[in-house]
Structure formats: C-alpha cells, structure tokens
C-alpha cells in the first residue's frame, strides 16, 4: 500500500535530477575542481565541518547529500526552522550511537542561522570530538549570523549563483529525462535561463510546468513571460543584500558610472528598498564624493528628496532617478572628507589648548584686562577684506587640512585659496 502510494505522489523535476556524484554537480567548479579545497578534500575520500554560504538554489543541500554518499557517511539532515532542541540532541544521541559501532554521520542543517546561539553553541562538542561532521548552509553571511565559536571550528566554503553554462546544462538533463524539448524558442529559453537568475530550483520548477504544455507552436519570449511566473528578486531590506547593493550604488556614483548608478537604484527599488534610505545614502555621497567640487550637489539632492516625499512612489521614483544622475555625472572630490579626517585627529591631539586671546570677545573690564580681544585685526577694514591674522592657538603651529582638488568648482577655490597663502606670508 505504501508503495502504491508513492507511485501515485510525482515526484518534483527537481527532485528526481538531484545529482549523486560528485561529476554531475553543475555551477561550483571554483569549489569542486582539481585544484580547489573543496575538491582536493573529497577526491581524498574525507570530509570535516564546514559551512557552505550561497544563494537559494545554487546547490547546498545537494553537495552536502553527495559529499556523505561520496566520503561513505550516514547522511542526516536538519532544517533549523522547524527543528529545535530536542530535534538536536536525538540526532547527537544516535551519531553517539553510531561512532560506537565506527559508522560516521554527516548532520546537514539548512539554514543553520536560524538558531539561535545557544543552540549553535549546543553543536560545539559534538563537532570537536568528531562524534558529527557538520555541514551547515546559510543564505546569510556567517560572519554576522553564526556563533565565533562555531566559525573557528568550521571551514566557510562560499557557493556562486549557477552561471550560464551550468543552468543550460541542467535544462539539457531535463530534456534528456522528460524524452522532448521544452516548447521554447530560442529567444524564450534565453530569457528563461536569465529570470532564473542563478537559481537552478526555480529553473527547473518552471521547466516542469512548461513541460505540460504543447510542443508546438513554441513559445516566443512574450508567450514565456504569460506561461511562468516571474521570480521575485532576493532582497532583505535588513540583511546582506541590504547593504551589498547600497554599497554597489555609492561605489558606482564614486566612479562617475552613471548606467552601473542606475541598475544598482532599479535593483534596490524592485526589491522594495525603502526610498527614504536611498536619498539618506544619496544626500551623504553629496558631501563626501563630491563635496566643494560642485557645492550644488547637496541643494539637488535634498531638492529631490522633497521631491519623493511630496509626489510618492512609484511616479516620485524619477526624482531618485534624477539625483542619481546628477550625483554620478557631477567632479568629485574627498577633499572635505579628508580635511575633517585630518582636523579631528589634530583636534584629539590638541583638545586643551585656548583659542588666542586677540579673538576672543571682552564683554567685562576683567576679561579685557587679561587681553582678550587686544590687537585683534578686524577683516573688513582691510584690503580683500583680508588680515592674515593668526586664528590657531598659540602653542600650535599652522596646519593646512584642506587640500581642494583640481575638478569642478574646487579649481575657483584652489586660486582663493593660495592667493590668500601669498597675502598671508607678505603679511609676516
């Protein structure tokens, strides 16, 4: 009875061409090659505890299940959301068991972030005395989300999105598998491997439901874009994501690549980022990458910003837009970015000293009696409306933070600057 109804349960494509041995493993060659550590491992016929961080579908509990088949270990699995403690020490009872008898287990837990520490913390003696080799996966980076402890026990093998090559691959298997071709022109079967996005899952998952449909006619790109349903960007306003594409938006904006600017925007708004930070992010890069270079900047970037909060999303977007491209085609300069770096760490050196007496203000006899204000040159009453008075304190000699750089309005600012060097040192 049970096996009539297995039968009758299909199981997913995705399923039934998960791969068993190490060589019909697709998209992880920088893991699994000659060379590599992951690979030199195996071929070695060992296995030891590791993480394996990588983006939904490119592969981790598939490696984890080939590397016990291949290494000759007893396979167990655990996922971290729907298991808690006592799913743990049952496991950590029978690999006790186990190790008695000389059979190895290899404890596969997916998304192994989703413990909590003191769960993590339960996997430490289990793991130093070899009793489970442990193979955790985490879409998340371990270095913020797992235990030290449990880090320093365990190797950080970094997964890729399955490339091109390997996502083509996986469609020729399942052609091979179902005897036909999927219904597809050769535009659509393009356009499918590009929504997958790396994602072998989801890949397959879609090529299963086109395999219900007709083989002929075949689909055109548009005929695909009704047949499937579109795969919902991975973005977590409040994990790595997060700030991988915020960095990747500054970074670009930095080097003036306004169409790099704008995809990384685009990606951030179709994920759902919040638009608010966006201009928080934008409003910074106007001072700290361009600065004095075009002093502008900042007044559009905050114009925009009240652009956004008074039209609203989706139209309001465009002033992002807008900002964007202004911030990315604009000079740049660090120059003020420096400058602030360089006074506050003179600043902390020197934090007792006073200003000098000539300019400070003397509203009591008292004060004017120890000198404050005394000789002090009012700039206005000179020509170029320039004194070259001393403004330091007096135990300090003069330091020069500001360094303009050679773009944009900074060149106006350079000649300012070095004329009043001149006057200054006709002056002493």
């Not at 235990?147 to 490339?163: H, M, P, W």
């Not at 071709?181 to 356009?191: G, I, R, V």
């Not at 911030?327 to 000098?356: D, F, H, M, Q, R």
Request: aromatic letters at 8%.
């Amino acid at each position: 009875m049970e096996n009539l109804f297995q039968n009758l349960i299909k199981r997913p494509l995705a399923e039934k061409m998960r791969p068993t041995s190490l060589e019909s493993l697709v998209g992880q060659e920088h893991l699994l090659g000659h060379d590599a550590p992951l690979g030199r491992m195996l071929r070695e016929r060992r296995a030891s505890s590791m993480i394996l961080w990588g983006p939904p579908g490119s592969g981790k509990t598939t490696l984890a299940r080939v590397m016990a088949e291949h290494v000759n270990i007893r396979f167990e699995s655990l996922s971290a959301v729907f298991s808690g403690v006592s799913d743990l020490r049952k496991v950590f009872d029978q690999a006790v068991e186990r190790k008695k008898v000389g059979t190895d287990t290899l404890l596969f837990v997916d998304e192994i972030h989703r413990f909590n520490r003191a769960q993590q913390d339960s996997f430490l003696p289990f793991v130093e005395d070899g009793t489970v080799v442990l193979v955790g996966a985490t879409t998340e980076n371990p270095s913020f989300e797992l235990n030290s402890a449990l880090l320093s026990r365990c190797q950080v093998f970094i997964l890729q999105k399955i490339g091109k090559v390997g996502l083509e691959t996986l469609l020729k298997r399942a052609e091979e598998l179902e005897g036909k071709e999927l219904p597809l022109q050769q535009k659509a079967k393009d356009n499918l491997l590009a929504m997958a996005d790396g994602d072998g899952r989801f890949l397959l998952n879609m090529a299963e439901e086109l395999f219900h449909l007709p083989s002929v006619p075949k689909l055109s790109s548009d005929d695909l874009a009704q047949a499937v349903q579109k795969k919902v960007p991975i973005y977590d306003k409040n994990k790595d994501e997060h700030y991988n594409l915020i960095s990747a938006l500054h970074k670009s904006l930095r080097g003036s690549d306004v169409d790099a600017a704008l995809y990384w925007l685009a990606r951030m708004l179709a994920g759902g980022e919040d638009q608010n930070y966006i201009m928080r992010r934008l409003l910074r890069v106007a001072s700290e990458d361009i600065g004095m270079a075009d002093p502008n900047a900042i007044t559009h970037a905050l114009s925009c910003w009240d652009g956004y909060r008074k039209v609203g999303s989706p139209e309001g977007d465009l002033f992002l837009a807008q900002s964007v491209i202004y911030l990315a085609t604009a000079p740049k300069s660090n120059a003020v970015y420096e400058a602030l770096s360089k006074a506050s760490s003179i600043a902390k050196k020197n934090a007792g000293l006073s200003p000098p007496k000539h300019i400070l203000n003397a509203p009591t006899e008292l004060m004017k009696s120890l000198g404050y204000g005394k000789n002090y040159s009012y700039d206005h009453d000179f020509a170029n409306s320039f004194s070259g008075q001393n403004y330091f304190p007096e135990e300090m000699e003069r330091l020069s933070f500001y360094k303009p750089k050679e773009t944009g309005f900074e060149r106006e600012v350079k000649k300012r600057l070095q004329y009043w060097a001149k006057l200054r040192q006709e002056k002493e």
